[in-house]
């Protein structure tokens, strides 16, 4: 009997990606359990968004109608930037977007249901971030990713082109960190890991020892506050 436990890989997630004109995403390995818990993760909440194809030049959006979580996509987009490269940043900005879903549904959202709109798809738990604790925990936040930069910048492995996309991704998140952790840390181990990275590469696995602690806080009971990035 096989005790295989690692996700299916799912056809419907496979589909909309190549629907969004995306790069395949790899065959899970049993080497890398947690890029597949993310996969998994995200393709659950499949069923309860409407995915809307556009050619509005957006890669892809998130936002939340009456109706729940709605993500718009262009398969046509071309970020026109020599650091990325267009089908393998497609697939990372959808998942980005389903992550931003994910983060909406996990955290401890603001007990006032007429503040929650103003709190959405925020990566902090309301209990631990309320008052000065946010400015706090968007402060860990962005120091985190300023880990995450620095380490690509030193990262003799990292090619020019991938070192340049990387600084660009930290540079979108770190004006709204408050929203633009968790989601910027699985759209850069997508990237990664369809162009080939694995947790044989020191980057990556640094990225999915942040990726394993963010996904600990989004699950957390306790709503305890941002975990603070090791240093190696």
């Known amino acids: 009997m096989s005790t295989h436990t690692e996700p299916m890989r799912s056809p419907a997630l496979d589909a909309l990606i190549l629907d969004a004109g995306g790069a395949a995403l790899p065959d899970h390995t049993p080497d890398e359990p947690h890029f597949a818990e993310l996969m998994a993760e995200c ?8 995915f809307v194809k556009t050619s509005d030049k957006l890669v892809a959006l998130a936002s ?3 109706e729940g979580p709605k993500i718009t996509y262009d398969p046509a987009f071309s970020a026109e930037d020599p650091h990325t490269e267009d089908a393998p940043f497609r697939t990372a900005c959808i998942l980005h977007e389903i992550m931003h879903v994910s983060v909406d549904n996990l955290y401890e959202p603001h007990p006032q249901p007429a503040e929650r709109k103003h709190w959405r798809s925020f990566n902090f738990h309301y209990t631990s ?8 925990q968007c402060t860990t ?3 985190n990713l300023l880990k995450i930069q620095t380490r690509a910048g030193a990262d003799p492995t990292l090619d020019p082109a991938l070192r340049g996309h990387i600084n660009g991704r930290i540079e979108y998140g770190l004006p709204s960190s408050h929203t633009h952790y ?3 840390l699985l759209d850069l181990l997508v990237y990664l890991r369809v162009k080939g990275h694995t947790s044989k590469n020191t980057f990556f696995a640094y990225l999915t020892k942040l990726s394993q602690q963010a996904r600990t806080h989004r699950l957390d009971p306790k709503h305890g506050p941002v975990p603070v990035a090791p240093e190696t």
């Open 182 to 184: 968790d989601t910027i």
């Open 43 to 50: 393709a659950a909440l499949l069923d309860g968004i409407n």
């Open 141 to 143: 936040a962005s120091d």
């Open 64 to 66: 939340w109608t009456a």
């Open 129 to 136: 971030s309320a008052g000065e604790d946010f400015d706090k």
